[in-house]
């Protein structure tokens, strides 16, 4: 399974990809903002994106906008990582209609299951 | 007009009502810098309105009075049936928030205190009127910047513990046992430290909150009890104590997310303190229009020094026992919740052993069955 990674910060990027590719043997792609990730994600097509919320240059909500507007990428599900946990900025981000919400922080260890549980739930 | 609020009636030969001249009161109302405006309670006219009030909603000056109060809120509130009637069952000696039209159709956000008074030409509500915009608007950057401080706090610690989690799972070679032990006690730190920025960030949340801007709704008791004590389950497993409801079958007009973190945090704190084997009981009556709900159990108690103190922030009962304590506030956001809601909440001795801690919450007014 092939994944985008879009998160500005350094250590949560590479911490996430340790868990989805060592730990669940995922392949990892990584952007550090929406921007880098609209064009990873027309390039190499994703199964699914792993998008952040609060980030520099383009955020997350602008982010999964601009790929749900874009033919090559509005099929691509996206999981919003985020560090926002009260139920008023749960309800929000809901709101925006990605396929999961999870919440900062997560369990290294059960991740990658967690990324391949809600692909495989029905929408 | 002379004004007198119903059950004060003054006499003549009070000194200090002898001695305040209508100029005074005429120039003091006029002077206001809050909104004034009285109506008639029979007609829902405005009788009266002070200089402030009109340049609040845009009238000019001496305009106002003679119009029908309606004018003054929203088009969804002028099309309530019994607007008058509902207004004051809201507003009537309390502070409420409203939002207010002006003489132009700009609606804007308002404070209200509203009074009833038995004026010498019939009775009247004197209405108290700020406008709130300003407020609300620091309240939104206030909103915005604990947002970011909790944003800007969980991203680092979301590092530190996934790094933990890793060499906790062998991700980076397997490790010696006391390294593991070492890990451990950091992660479980990390985890403490990770609750206690979410029970700031939710105390903050609780204690500004004004408690007219709560998601209200008519809420099933028992599917509160119910899914609090799912989240406690594992604890409750884990510990042995098992949790008995008595049914209660009564609705309570609440936001239902809090009130079941309220209820949630007394059961997390009964099974905590209950020895294995014992029983938590949660139970629930109706007391002057409250439900009054107990959640007993049979652990050490709460000793009586302690009884008006342990809702305070960080101010546990002294346990040894790591396993035991908290990072001091669930009880403390508890009572946030339960005052915001117009309620109580304390703990007594529970006889034969034990606590009873108990909080009262507003009672819908139909039971449900």
């Given amino acids: 399974m092939k994944i985008l990674i879009v998160d500005d910060d350094d250590f949560v990027r590479m911490l996430t990809r340790v868990s989805l590719s060592k730990v669940g043997g995922m392949q990892v792609i990584e952007a550090r903002n929406g921007a880098e990730g609209l064009i990873a994600a027309t390039e190499h097509i994703p199964d699914v994106i792993m998008l952040d919320v609060m980030m520099p240059v383009m955020d997350g909500p602008a982010t999964f906008?601009?790929?749900?507007?874009?033919?090559?990428?509005?099929?691509?599900?996206?999981?919003?990582l985020t560090a926002k946990s009260t139920p008023a900025e749960q309800a929000d981000i809901k709101e925006l209609g990605g396929t999961a919400i999870f919440t900062k922080p997560f369990d290294p260890l059960s991740l990658a299951d967690d990324v391949r549980k809600v692909l495989s739930e029905p929408r | 007009m002379k004004l007198v609020p119903l059950g004060h009636t003054p006499t003549s030969d009070a000194p200090t009502a002898s001695r305040v001249s209508p100029q005074w009161m005429a120039a003091a109302i006029d002077g206001l810098r809050v909104g004034m405006v009285v109506v008639d309670a029979g007609t829902g006219h405005i009788v009266f309105a002070n200089p402030f009030a009109e340049q609040l909603f845009g009238f000019p000056t001496g305009t106002m009075p003679g119009h029908d109060a309606r004018t003054l809120v929203t088009d969804a509130d002028r099309a309530t049936p019994d607007f008058f009637s509902r207004a004051r069952t809201r507003a009537l000696d309390a502070t409420t928030e409203w939002t207010a039209r002006a003489h132009d159709g700009r609606e804007f956000p308002v404070e209200l205190q509203l009074t009833q008074c038995d004026a010498d030409t019939?009775?009247?509500?004197?209405?108290?009127?700020?406008?709130?915009?300003?407020?609300?608007?620091?309240?939104?950057?206030?909103?915005?910047?604990?947002?970011?401080?909790?944003?800007?706090?969980?991203?680092?610690?979301?590092?530190?513990?996934?790094?933990?989690?890793?060499?906790d799972g062998g991700v980076a070679g397997q490790m010696t046992p006391s390294a593991r032990e070492l890990v451990?006690?950091?992660?479980?730190?990390?985890?403490?430290?990770?609750?206690?920025?979410?029970?700031?960030?939710?105390?903050?949340?609780a204690g500004r909150e004004p408690a007219d801007t709560l998601p209200y709704v008519v809420t099933s008791v028992d599917e509160l009890v119910t899914n609090a004590m799912a989240d406690v389950a594992a604890a409750a497993t884990a510990?042995?104590?098992?949790?008995?409801?008595?049914?209660?079958?009564?609705?309570?007009?609440?936001?239902?997310?809090?009130?079941?973190?309220?209820?949630?945090?007394?059961?997390?704190?009964?099974?905590?303190?209950?020895?294995?084997?014992?029983?938590?009981?949660?139970?629930?009556?109706?007391?002057?229009r409250m439900l009054r709900m107990s959640i007993l159990d049979r652990g050490p108690g709460v000793p009586a020094a302690f009884h008006s103190t342990i809702f305070e922030p960080f101010r546990q009962v002294t346990s040894d026992d790591r396993d035991r304590s908290g990072n001091g506030l669930g009880l403390t956001i508890a009572r946030a919740i339960v005052r915001q809601h117009g309620g109580r909440i304390g703990v007594d001795d529970r006889p034969g052993g034990g606590a009873a801690f108990w909080f009262t919450l507003p009672l819908a007014s139909e039971p449900r069955v």
């Avoid at chain 2, 401080?149 to 890793?166: F, K, N, Q, Y």
């Avoid at chain 2, 985890?191 to 029970?199: E, G």
């Avoid at chain 2, 008595?246 to 609705?251: A, D, F, G, H």
């Fill in chain 1, 65 to 80: 906008a601009a790929l749900k507007a874009n033919a090559l990428t509005a099929n691509i599900p996206v999981v919003f």
């Fill in chain 2, 122 to 167: 019939g009775l009247v509500y004197v209405a108290l009127i700020r406008d709130i915009t300003e407020r609300q608007a620091l309240d939104k950057i206030r909103n915005e910047f604990m947002s970011t401080v909790g944003h800007e706090l969980r991203t680092p610690i979301t590092s530190i513990r996934t790094s933990l989690g890793l060499l």
């Fill in chain 2, 184 to 205: 451990g006690v950091a992660n479980r730190s990390v985890t403490r430290l990770i609750a206690l920025i979410n029970d700031l960030l939710n105390l903050e949340r």
């Fill in chain 2, 239 to 288: 510990r042995q104590v098992a949790i008995e409801a008595t049914p209660c079958q009564r609705s309570i007009l609440a936001d239902p997310t809090r009130a079941q973190q309220v209820i949630a945090q007394l059961l997390a704190n009964a099974v905590k303190f209950s020895p294995a084997h014992s029983i938590v009981q949660v139970e629930c009556r109706v007391e002057d």
